[in-house]
Nanobody, 115 residues
Framework: QVQLVESGGGLVQAGGSLRLSCAAS????????MGWYRRAPGKQREMVAR???????NYADSVKGRFTISRDNAENTVYLQMNSLRPEDTAVYYC?????????WGQGTQVTVSS
């Protein structure tokens, strides 16, 4: 069982920055592919960024050049640095851990970008 706890969401003006963190409850984190997803009101959940256990990353086209995903295996934590935020980035952001036997999800953290 892996528990994920997100933090760092909040209200920010357009053009601002936020850094999301997701802490995993145990060291299997180091073998997990980690991801950030988001769900905006009235929309389906979408992938924002993912990072493999080896550090390879990929991003949604809408966030390329603005968001950066990273991980610290010693701290069992994955981060999402979000710069140049736009109102359309407003959503609940979820952290996920993909392991060979199951996927795990955090409870989500709200990000609101005002225009």
């Amino acid at each position: 069982q892996v528990q994920l706890v997100e933090s760092g969401g909040g209200l920010v003006q357009a053009g601002g920055s936020l850094r999301l963190s997701c802490a995993a409850s145990n060291s299997v984190f180091s073998i997990a592919a980690m991801g950030w997803y988001r769900r905006a009101p009235g929309k389906q959940r979408e992938m924002v960024a993912r990072i493999t256990s080896g550090g390879s990353t990929n991003y949604a086209d809408s966030v390329k050049g603005r968001f950066t995903i990273s991980r610290d295996n010693a701290e069992n934590t994955v981060y999402l640095q979000m710069n140049s935020l736009r109102p359309e980035d407003t959503a609940v952001y979820y952290c996920s851990a993909l392991l060979p036997w199951s996927d795990y999800w955090g409870q989500g953290t709200q990000v609101t970008v005002s225009s």
